[in-house]
């Protein structure tokens, strides 16, 4: 199925769905011991990935501030600068994936998608590191975090195409016309 | 067999509002990025850890301790000021040390008023507001089936869930207002105006003062 046809608004409603994978994807993630204590796997980004198929750059967007608001407020870390490196690299993150999903057509996979959205995220916070925390000496530690990038940006991305393949209920919500993917009860419709 | 650890009971929550606390948090931060005694910032730190502990949060020290280790290591690789000691071809400088640890410091010290000063609860206006009211109705239900998620039937397990709480086109469970989370005073009692009070307001009388 090329998902990239169906570019609908989508209900707020299921955006705030999507935020909540997000948050329950970072939960996870938070569970799973790290070889390193700066060592994101980035598993929060697999509903924005699944979501670039059928939600309009506008509403990912969104999905990204809820997303990182979310993550700040059950965190507590708003406002520090975790937030402010978690802002960034979503961010960045997510323009690199629209921008591939959406220029690279049927020559960049899901896969390929997470790798470079994964990379970019990975990028801009090695930058913010250097610039506001460790200073110029610190971009020794690029290669390792790029390699780490690499590594989970695969991670994520293959997940993601094994569940875009197998899951009954991405495909309903993908391939449903917006104005039936809403919930009638919630106060945020189409 | 192992003991499943109990969340901390979140006491700074029982006597101020969400609101108070994130308004006291912001003049604490500014307050604590204008303080340049190195001694008074340390100290600051360890008070904000107690308060994030009161919260209820669990401070991960090893990972707090690698932080300000690391960030004033590589600042050890650029000189600055009076040699203290010289190990091997690395001179250990009086400037980049303090700097090191002023930053370090910094750091972790914004973590933590961020760890006691943002509730999960606190409200934030406007449509992106009600929107986190609606996420955090559907993250408490995915989280409630969480136990149903089998690694043998990954996708297939997961995808019950998603139908559960969000069937595509179907009637979803009735979707009420965003329950309130945590153990939240609604108003702020006198103990905890004191409390917020003396923080922000010590925070910024030592920067005024150092």
């Known amino acids: ?190 | 067999m192992r003991r499943r650890r109990t969340k901390p009971p979140n006491r700074l929550a029982r006597i101020a509002s969400a609101e108070h606390l994130f308004l006291a948090g912001v003049v604490t931060i500014v307050a604590f990025l204008f303080q340049g005694d190195l001694r008074v910032r340390i100290a600051q730190v360890f008070a904000f850890a107690l308060l994030a502990t009161l919260a209820g949060k669990r401070i991960r020290w090893g990972y707090f301790v690698v932080m300000v280790s690391s960030i004033t290591a590589f600042h050890l690789f650029a000189p600055l000021g009076r040699i203290l000691l010289e190990i091997g071809p690395l001179a250990i400088t009086e400037g980049a040390l303090r700097q090191g640890l002023q930053k370090g410091f910094a750091i972790v010290g914004l973590v933590f008023i961020s760890l006691f000063a943002v509730q999960s609860n606190l409200r934030l206006p406007g449509t992106v507001g009600g929107l986190l009211g609606r996420l955090f109705f559907y993250f408490e239900r995915v989280l409630d089936a969480r136990g149903s998620v089998r690694a043998k039937a990954l996708v297939a397990s997961i995808d019950q869930i998603l139908f559960d709480v969000y069937p595509p086109g179907g009637t979803p469970e009735q979707a009420a207002p965003s329950p309130p989370r945590g153990e939240q005073a609604a108003r702020t009692s006198f103990g905890g105006a004191a409390l917020l009070i003396v923080v922000a307001g010590g925070c910024v009388v030592l920067a005024i003062l150092f």
Request: charged share 10%.
């Open chain 1, 1 to 190: 199925m090329d998902s990239r046809q169906h570019r609908h608004e989508v209900p707020l409603e299921l955006i705030a769905f999507f935020g909540a994978l997000c948050l329950f994807f970072s939960t996870l993630e938070y569970l799973i011991p790290k070889p390193v204590p700066f060592f994101r796997l980035g598993l929060a980004n697999l509903p924005i990935l699944l979501a670039l198929s059928f939600m309009p750059p506008r509403q990912i967007l969104l999905l990204v501030l809820l997303k990182v608001i979310g993550q700040g407020l059950v965190g507590g870390t708003l406002a520090s600068y975790v937030f402010l490196f978690s802002a960034a690299g979503s961010f960045m993150s997510a323009l690199v994936m629209l921008a591939a999903h959406h220029l690279g057509g049927r020559a960049i996979s899901i896969v390929g998608v997470s790798l470079l959205g994964s990379l970019a995220s990975n990028v801009v916070q090695i930058t913010l590191s250097v610039t506001f925390i460790f200073g110029q000496s610190s971009w020794i530690i690029a290669p390792p975090f790029l390699a780490i990038g690499v590594a989970s940006g695969l991670v994520v991305g293959l997940f993601g195409r094994r569940f875009q393949e197998r899951s009954r209920w991405y495909a309903a919500i993908a391939g449903l016309d917006a104005g039936s993917i809403g919930h009638p009860e919630g106060p945020y419709e189409a």
